[in-house]
């Protein structure tokens, strides 16, 4: 049985951060694609970050660019988000999620491409 368990998450400032982790079990970490999107109250849920199961490549949101950094610890089974400058507008639940790929250098950004998703971890920035 996959999970997928988000923690990290919590009320900070403006300008502040956070770091999120999402630890896995279950799947053999070192073949998926792993990622965060977020969901802020009525709006849909959105790709954040993304990163490779090779950890060579990452992509990322362009609001978040030069803010946020995915990282992933294929022996711990782990991904995290560094979130630094935190903005208002970055409030939502975050959610981690896992997409098998043949590829080892592959991102995914599309939620269709991710097959196991965590349960989320809400995020506020107050202004």
């Known amino acids: 049985q996959v999970q997928l368990v988000e923690s990290g998450g919590g009320l900070v400032q403006a300008g502040g951060s956070l770091r999120l982790s999402c630890a896995a079990s279950?799947?053999?970490?070192?073949?998926?694609?792993m990622g965060w999107f977020r969901q802020a109250p009525g709006k849909e849920r959105d790709f954040v970050a993304g990163?490779?199961?090779?950890?060579?490549?990452?992509a990322y949101k362009d609001s978040v660019k030069g803010r946020f950094t995915i990282s992933r610890d294929n022996a711990k089974n782990s991904v995290h988000l560094q979130m630094n400058s935190l903005k208002p507008e970055d409030t939502a639940v975050y959610y981690c999620?896992?997409?098998?790929?043949?590829?080892?250098?592959?991102?995914?950004?599309?939620?269709?491409?991710?097959?196991?998703w965590g349960q989320g971890t809400q995020v506020t920035v107050s202004s």
């Open positions: 990163i490779s199961w090779r950890a060579g490549n990452t």
């Open positions: 279950g799947l053999t970490f070192s073949s998926y694609a």
């Open positions: 999620a896992a997409g098998v790929t043949e590829h080892s250098l592959i991102v995914r950004t599309r939620k269709g491409e991710y097959d196991y």
